[in-house]
């Protein structure tokens, strides 16, 4: 005993013996033995961590968390890779949702087979109102021009036929839609094109023409939207989404979503953009943003072109398969500019879609002219498929956030080239290219556009290939992400496009504890091997929303 201080020594001796003998901290969860993907500021990878009242309490190796925290659940995932959990950064949950209810149309090889799933479902369903399908794609079929809806005319000439293209920007109805919402030769409409050959209507409708006939669509009531809603989050937590951006919502749909959030039913976060509608303007203007832990809403959500797909999106020069073409704005140059001064000025988020080169350019000038500099905005350009070579920096100078969607690329491959021509083709779907001009990408599948599961477009990040592995070597691979890059795009960098960095996209203590546990680690499996991978369980708030403890 230290002789000149023994008050001291035996201060020492009886902390030792409180330390050693303290009881562990409760915790309501424990996982242990696993690979931990934190996808914190510096990339750390853990064995474990504890989580108490739906948030992460720490992280770190196995045997300091076990002896620290005591779980009423303690799981040893036996080296078994955990991850964030997944944050879609631009999708359409209600979109989604609804398309359950629908004919299912992805995947047709020709116009013939559009048909062959119409009748069926019609035989099934042969009360309903309308007939309504999505997902057709004249770029898969022999023909692929768009069709005509002369057969659709024959075989369903009483009920009245919607069927919305892949990419939600053009549709094919009958003649009794048509007829129904008094659509004429004559009729004409903004930002949009209505099909016409040798003076008869095809039954084609691009973008803002679609809304002449949509408009006439009944919803859904509301105990069938809660069972689709509910539906859809099952399916989304089984591919490992915790979280998804919805874009392009209105007030109704919102405060459905959070009445049956609050009620504990519906588990799934959701981070709404708001369609800037009169309504959603004039409510929103006055009450501002709104955030729960499980729905956040703070932007608008606008439209600057259409698709490439349906050669609606906005080019600087002529379509290299189409050289009478190059696609349109949505609305007049004015209506983006006033619009962009209201938000700013009000603090709102604004997210614009633009694929064509031309829409990308005109809102990065406008989104420049009003943020001015370096900035905390987060505004944000959807999708940015087609930017000029000179437009990139903007990105940069005026902190404006790219958020793309990988699978787009590896969808788009197969014509895009056809669309653009060589020269454009090159500087598309620059992903690499993006994410230097921030320092960050969020990452997203625009689903149900493409499929739900992030994996598919994690493996499209990071190889450029689609579903069969082709092309080999990659779709310009040299723009192709790194693993770690595609992972935090799907987890932190979506979070903070999000403003939600502090809350999510990441395992650390005090955040929301969302993980998910997959079969094999994305960060390390074969390229080919990636959209094989399984989810085996997913967790929301620390609690089991999809698969087993074990």
């Not at 853990?46 to 948030?55: L, T, Y």
């Not at 369903?125 to 999505?134: A, C, I, S, V, Y």
Request: hydrophobic letters at 40%; a positive charge; glycine letters at 8%.
């Amino acid at each position: 005993m230290n002789k000149k201080y023994p008050f001291l020594a035996f201060f020492i001796l009886s902390f030792g013996w409180f330390t050693g003998c303290r009881q562990p901290e409760p915790a309501d969860l424990i996982i242990y033995n696993a690979r931990v993907y934190t996808a914190d500021n510096d990339s750390t990878v853990a064995e474990a961590f504890a989580v108490k009242d739906g948030k992460f309490l720490e992280v770190g190796g196995s045997s300091f968390i076990r002896t620290k925290y005591k779980g009423q659940q303690e799981l040893d995932l036996k080296g078994k890779p955990v991850y964030p959990g997944f944050i879609d950064a631009h999708a359409h949950f209600y979109g989604y949702a609804q398309n359950l209810r629908q004919v299912d149309l992805v995947g047709t090889k020709s116009f013939r087979e559009v048909i062959q799933r119409l009748e069926t479902h019609r035989k099934k369903h042969p009360d309903t109102p309308w007939l309504l399908g999505r997902g057709w794609d004249q770029n898969d079929w022999p023909e692929k021009e768009f069709p005509t809806n002369d057969t659709l005319n024959k075989l369903f000439p009483d009920v009245p036929v919607f069927i919305t293209r892949i990419d939600g920007h053009a549709a094919l109805v009958n003649a009794k839609a048509l007829a129904m919402a008094q659509v004429t030769p004559a009729t004409s409409v903004s930002g949009g094109l209505i099909g016409i050959e040798n003076g008869r209507l095809t039954g084609l409708l691009v973008d803002n023409a679609q809304g002449l006939v949509s408009r006439k669509i009944p919803p859904l009531q509301t105990a069938d939207l809660v069972k689709v809603f509910l539906a859809a989050q099952e399916n989304l937590f089984a591919v490992g989404l915790t979280s998804v951006v919805d874009a392009g919502l209105e007030k109704p749909v919102i405060q459905l979503i959070d009445s049956l959030q609050k009620a504990k039913a519906l588990k799934m976060r959701i981070y709404a953009m708001l369609n800037p509608s009169e309504e959603n303007k004039s409510y929103y203007f006055k009450n501002g943003p709104y955030h729960t832990p499980y729905l956040h809403v703070r932007s608008f959500k606008v439209y600057a072109d259409g698709a490439l797909g349906s050669r609606g999106a906005c080019l600087l020069h002529p379509y290299h398969d189409k050289p009478g073409q190059t696609g349109f704005l949505l609305q007049n140059q004015t209506y983006y500019r006033q619009l962009a001064k209201q938000l700013n000025q009000l603090g709102f988020q604004m997210n614009t879609h633009a694929i064509g080169d031309s829409a990308n350019r005109l809102m990065l000038n406008i989104y420049g002219e009003v943020l001015k500099g370096k900035n905390n905005k987060r505004w944000r350009i959807e999708h940015a498929q087609v930017v000029h070579p000179a437009d990139v920096p903007k990105f940069g100078r005026f902190n404006i956030i790219p958020s793309v969607q990988p699978t787009h690329a590896t969808s788009d491959m197969y014509w895009a080239a056809d669309r653009l021509g060589p020269e454009r083709i090159a500087h598309a779907y620059a992903y690499k290219t993006l994410l230097k001009q921030n320092g960050f990408i969020p990452l997203g599948s625009d689903f149900p556009v493409e499929d739900i599961n992030p994996l598919y477009g994690f493996h499209a990040a990071v190889a450029r290939q689609d579903a069969k592995n082709y092309p080999n070597g990659g779709f310009a691979k040299n723009n192709a992400l790194t693993r770690m890059q595609a992972l935090y795009g799907m987890t932190r960098w979506a979070a903070y496009a999000n403003f939600e960095e502090n809350e999510k996209g990441s395992i650390e203590r005090n955040k929301l504890a969302d993980f998910v546990i997959l079969d094999q680690d994305i960060i390390t499996t074969a390229l080919p091997n990636l959209r094989a991978t399984k989810v085996l369980a997913t967790y929301s708030n620390g609690e089991l929303v999809y698969g087993r403890n074990k």
